[in-house]
């Protein structure tokens, strides 16, 4: 039964993930799934792999239900966990170190997306991310969320329309965002403010998510101009805490950065669309950094 249900375990904790946005609270509710599985008579499930999913996205509603009183009481702004993966050597001759050759299997939840979903109900979050980006069948989805096919299929359609319509918009090709990445860093090392608002939309947002820990903004910061005098402030300053040292890596399968200042991470994701940035998503809680390893100091960015 264990080894059966460890056939599945990724594709559940990727269920699980895009639900939650955490990777402890989606472990949670992969275990949950597992002691539910091991208690159920096996002999009647048609599909294993199905009847896992839509368990798991069933107990993920209910954790999404609770999630939001604590979201409430959270200190400051709150982000999504980053999933952080390193770029490929680029002395490597078989890869050549392009970020474009280097598929994510995060690629489809970016945390701008993420960040957009935690707008939505539970049960539309639900509906979106089982038939929409797990193409489970509308009737099977109905069945998690204790409701009619029909229920479900308008949940996923509002969710749908939520997720198009939200403000922090991100759908640039790897070659973009590794353009926008190179002029962003350009930028902030000359300190140039006006360079760095030709990068940015007009209603570009920075987020930051310290978790009450590490300071950031407890509002988000609108607009290009305070955006881009908020990034020159930022790393005008990081140095200042003691080493400093960035790495370029891709953080939910998008291009991002990986920081060192003293003590402290930080992992710097953006959003971009059009030929500019829409969001700039700053992660500095360390606890929701536990996973996440230093930067290279061989790749460091700001050298």
Not at 84 to 112: I, K, M, N, W, Y
Request: hydrophobic share 45%; with cysteine; charged share 25%.
């Amino acid at each position: 039964m264990t080894e059966e249900f460890e056939q599945h375990r990724d594709h559940l904790m990727a269920v699980a993930y895009r639900m939650l946005g955490t990777r402890g609270d989606a472990e949670d509710a992969v275990q949950e799934a597992y002691l539910r599985y091991a208690t159920t008579d096996r002999s009647t499930l048609r599909d294993v792999r199905a009847w896992l999913t839509t368990t798991t996205g069933r107990i993920c509603i209910d954790v999404l239900r609770s999630a939001r009183v604590r979201r409430e009481a959270y200190v400051g702004q709150w982000l999504p966990e980053p999933v952080v993966e390193r770029l490929p050597d680029p002395t490597d001759p078989a890869r050549g170190g392009d970020p474009a050759a280097h598929v994510s299997r995060f690629a489809d939840v970016s945390l701008a997306l993420l960040l957009v979903l935690e707008r939505l109900t539970p049960e539309q979050r639900a509906a979106f991310v089982l038939h929409d980006v797990f193409a489970v069948p509308f009737d099977e989805v109905a069945e998690a969320l204790g409701t009619t096919a029909a229920a479900a299929r308008q949940l996923a359609s509002r969710a749908r329309k939520a997720v198009a319509d939200g403000p922090v918009r991100h759908s640039a090709t790897p070659a973009e965002q590794e353009r926008l990445l190179t002029a962003f860093l350009a930028a902030v090392r000359g300190g140039d403010v006006q360079r760095l608002m030709d990068l940015l939309a007009p209603d570009v947002v920075a987020i930051g998510d310290g978790g009450g820990v590490v300071p950031a903004g407890s509002q988000p910061i609108a607009g290009a101009l305070k955006v881009a005098r908020f990034m020159r402030g930022i790393f005008r300053q990081a140095p200042k805490f003691g080493p400093f040292v960035g790495e370029r890596v891709l953080v939910n399968g998008s291009l991002g950065l990986l920081i060192r200042f003293g003590d402290f991470r930080a992992v710097m994701a953006f959003a971009i669309e059009g030929g500019r940035v829409t969001a700039i998503l700053d992660q500095v809680n360390p606890a929701k950094l536990t996973t996440v390893p230093l930067p290279d100091p061989d790749r460091n960015v700001f050298a």
